[in-house]
Structures are given as structure tokens and as C-alpha cells.
């Protein structure tokens, strides 16, 4: 039995010796030291030994099975380290070679706009507000004092879906919303930037286009007034364009307001001498702007006698177009990234 025992052990170490992968060496883990291997079926014929014989060949057993277990180890422990060098040598990464360029986008001129003229107001304790571009009648015209039939419709050719839903034309139909919103009536101060839509399309209007509005209301005893709104329009002009500007104030009409005015920035182009941009005026008209009418805090909730403020409104467009010097307002819409790429950088 002794010898048998040799024997199958020699035999295993030359089998694992020549073998030559993992799944060879499993097999003869198998064959050697499973259940019905070879060395495990000696120990089941011990039965025919005397007793005195039975430890000794026992041990003698159990240390062939150790030894050849150990000997598939060291194996399979060189099978996988063959592996994993073999892996490494072939998955090396050049760190040095140049990666692939990833594609950025970058804001859009009239996204920059929006969030710096917001953080201005933000910074002036204004809440910003948001409106539906899908609006009614009743919130874009009449709310803000310009009943059906009123003529003032006529400088905002609108596209209607229904008799009473239209795409809004202009933003200051969130200040009628706020308004009447705002159930305690406590003072407001809002901005609201978004997109509007008219029925125009040339050279200098699109029928898309982004409009901002401000809205203030205090109480009568704070006399919110016209210095106020100069003031107001001025930090939010220079900050936004250029410090060197000048601000004009010219009387105008819009139905939401009274007084009304509209506001024209020095030409930033020739500073005000007067060139093709300012069509040799030397100012460029910029906002509409005025002291809320009492109409309109009437059909929002806000007693006229106890309340009053200010508004204005512009276009994001010629913000942004004078902010950054283009020069063209349908590069704004067109999306060539040559355009757009040169707004990739970091603020
Ligand atoms: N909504 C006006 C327009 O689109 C602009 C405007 C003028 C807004 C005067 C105002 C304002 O808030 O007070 O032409």
C-alpha cells in the first residue's frame, strides 16, 4: 500500500508538472483528492489492515494528499500571476499620447444675459419670477390696461391660438400675475426674463424674441418714484453694457403706465457722435419704462391709494447684441457653432 502511494504521487507531480491550465490542474484536483480520486479510494480499502498499520498508512495519506494539494497551489499560483503579467503587458495605456477632444457647448449669449442681469436684481433684493409663454388675452393685454379693442394693441400683432390663449408678446403680463398672486398685497419686487413672440420678421425683429421686466410696488409712504426707476435703470444699463454710457429719458406712452418713457443708452459704438448704428442720433432707444398705472394695481388687487411703483421692460436681444458687440440679431437664432464657440470661456 506504501508503495501505491509512492506511486500515485509521483504520478501526480509529473501530471501537474506538465500541466498547462488552470482547468488541467481543477481536473486533477479532482482525480487526485476528490471524493473519488485516487488517494481517497486507498483510504476507504484501510479496512484490510491491522490495526498497528492503519495510522501509519493513514498519515502517510493525508500527507500525500497535502503535498500534492500544495503542489496544485503553487501551480495555479503561477498560472495566474502568468495571467495577470501577460494582461498587464498587453492593456498598457500610453498616458503620454493626446486623448480624444470632447465637443463642449457653451452658454448661449442670451443665457448669459439673462443670469447676470438676474444676479444684478437678485443682488438688489428683487425675487425672480416666470411666467407661461402660452398666455391669455386677460393677463397679456387686458390686466395691464388695454381692454379688447384697445389701439394699442396694434403695436403687438400677436399670434392667437384661441380667441383667448395667445403666445404672449411681451413680459409684462408676469406683472399682472404677480400681482394678483401676491394674496397678503405686500410689497414687490420682481424681474422676469423670457421669450415673447410677435407677428414681425425682418432684418431687425424676429418673431421670437427675449424681453426682461421689472416690476417695483411699495407703499404710497415709501414714494417709489421716478428718481427711483432713473436710478435703477442706470445701474442696470452701465452694469450690463458699460460704465460710460448716459442714460435719456424721453416721454412715451404704454397703456401700463403714467407717466411713460422710453430710454435710449449714448451709442456705444461712435459714444454719441453719431454713426450708421445710432442713425446719426448718437442714442440708441433701449427700454420702456414708467410709473405703474393706477389701473393696473387695480385689477391686480393693489389699491392705488395705498400702493404705487414702477416698471420697465426691454429686449434681450439688443442686451445682448450691444453687450457683445454682434452685429447681426439673427446670429442670436441661427446656432452656428462658429458664432457660439466664441462665448466658450469661462466667466
Ligand atoms: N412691454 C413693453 C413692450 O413690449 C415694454 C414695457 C414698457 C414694459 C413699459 C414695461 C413698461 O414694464 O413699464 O413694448
Known amino acids: 500500500?506504501?508503495?501505491?502511494?509512492?506511486?500515485?504521487?509521483?504520478?501526480?507531480?509529473?501530471?501537474?508538472?506538465?500541466?498547462?491550465?488552470?482547468k488541467s490542474l481543477n481536473d486533477m484536483r479532482v482525480k487526485y483528492l476528490g471524493k473519488k480520486g485516487e488517494l481517497t479510494l486507498i483510504l476507504k480499502g484501510m479496512g484490510a489492515l491491522t490495526p498497528e498499520e492503519r495510522p501509519k498508512i493513514g498519515s502517510l495519506i493525508n500527507s500525500a494528499k497535502d503535498e500534492v494539494e500544495q503542489l496544485i497551489q503553487e501551480k495555479e499560483q503561477k498560472f495566474k500571476e502568468e495571467e495577470i503579467n501577460k494582461k498587464l503587458k498587453e492593456e498598457t495605456i500610453d498616458i503620454t499620447l493626446p486623448s480624444t477632444k470632447i465637443k463642449r457647448g457653451s452658454k448661449h449669449p442670451i443665457n448669459r444675459v439673462i443670469e447676470e442681469i438676474e444676479d444684478l436684481f437678485v443682488s438688489m433684493g428683487y425675487d425672480v419670477e416666470v411666467g407661461p409663454e402660452l398666455e391669455t388675452d386677460e393677463f397679456c393685454?387686458?390686466?395691464?390696461n388695454l381692454p379688447k379693442g384697445h389701439p394699442a394693441r396694434d403695436m403687438q400683432d400677436s399670434f392667437y391660438i384661441t380667441n383667448e390663449y395667445l403666445l404672449r408678446t411681451q413680459t409684462s403680463a408676469v406683472q399682472a400675475r404677480t400681482m394678483l398672486a401676491n394674496e397678503e398685497k405686500t410689497p414687490i419686487r420682481m424681474i422676469c426674463a423670457g421669450k415673447t413672440y410677435r407677428?414681425?420678421?425682418?432684418?431687425?425683429?424676429?418673431?421670437?424674441?427675449?424681453?426682461?421686466?421689472?416690476?417695483?410696488?411699495?407703499k404710497k409712504e415709501n414714494n417709489v418714484s421716478l428718481a427711483d426707476l432713473k436710478g435703477t435703470l442706470e445701474v442696470f444699463v452701465k452694469r450690463l453694457i458699460g460704465d460710460n454710457l448716459s442714460l435719456r429719458f424721453r416721454p412715451s406712452y404704454f397703456p401700463f403706465t403714467e407717466p411713460s418713457y422710453e430710454v435710449d443708452v449714448s451709442c456705444f459704438k461712435c459714444g454719441?457722435?453719431?454713426?450708421?448704428?445710432?442713425?446719426?442720433?448718437?442714442?440708441?432707444?433701449?427700454?420702456?419704462?414708467?410709473?405703474v398705472h393706477p389701473?393696473?394695481?387695480?385689477?391686480?388687487?393693489?389699491?392705488?391709494?395705498?400702493f404705487g411703483g414702477f416698471a420697465f421692460g426691454t429686449g434681450l436681444d439688443r442686451l445682448a447684441m450691444f453687450k457683445y458687440g454682434i452685429t447681426d440679431m439673427r446670429y442670436l437664432y441661427t446656432n452656428d457653432v462658429r458664432f457660439l464657440n466664441q462665448f466658450d470661456r469661462k466667466d
Open 1 to 22: 500500500m506504501q508503495e501505491q502511494i509512492t506511486k500515485i504521487k509521483q504520478q501526480a507531480k509529473e501530471e501537474i508538472e506538465k500541466a498547462e491550465s488552470l
Open 272 to 291: 454719441g457722435k453719431g454713426c450708421s448704428l445710432c442713425k446719426q442720433t448718437g442714442w440708441i432707444e433701449i427700454l420702456g419704462a414708467g410709473i
Open 295 to 306: 389701473n393696473v394695481l387695480k385689477m391686480n388687487g393693489y389699491d392705488p391709494e395705498k
Open 199 to 218: 407677428r414681425e420678421d425682418d432684418a431687425t425683429h424676429s418673431h421670437q424674441f427675449g424681453q426682461v421686466e421689472g416690476l417695483v410696488i411699495d
Open 141 to 144: 393685454f387686458e390686466r395691464l
